[in-house]
């Protein structure tokens, strides 16, 4: 069984970075494919980037491209989401997540294994 927990969550203005990571415990080659996502109070939960273990599949919400980096460090086991430019409407719990397979997706029902989640809340 896959172990998720997230860190790095803050309170942070308008315009500033947070850096939150994922640390993965139990995973095996069989679950290759993570990803990051965040839901606001009374809101669906939403897709924001996807990587593999590789360092490839690297894909992103357009609502935070090129604000956010997706990275992994396969020898910490721990994947990270850079933000930048971060404004209040990024204000959300993020999740990490893990799916079998080589193959990010968007979908939140195709992940397997979940963190606890982090929260991220940014002021104007």
């Known amino acids: 069984q896959v172990h998720l927990v997230e860190s790095g969550g803050g309170l942070v203005q308008a315009g500033g970075s947070l850096r939150l990571s994922c640390a993965a415990s139990?995973?095996?080659?069989?679950?290759?494919?993570m990803g990051w996502f965040r839901q606001d109070s009374g809101k669906e939960r939403e897709f924001v980037a996807g990587?593999?273990?590789?360092?490839?599949?690297?894909r992103y919400a357009d609502a935070v491209k090129g604000r956010f980096t997706i990275s992994t460090d396969n020898a910490k086991d721990t994947v990270y989401l850079q933000m930048n430019s971060l404004k209040p409407e990024d204000t959300a719990f993020y999740y990490c997540?893990?799916?079998?397979?080589?193959?990010?997706?968007?979908?939140?029902?195709?992940?397997?294994?979940w963190g606890q989640g982090t929260q991220v809340t940014v002021s104007s």
């Open positions: 990587i593999t273990w590789s360092g490839g599949g690297t």
């Open positions: 997540a893990t799916r079998r397979g080589t193959r990010t997706t968007t979908h939140v029902g195709e992940y397997d294994y």
């Open positions: 139990g995973r095996t080659s069989s679950y290759s494919a």
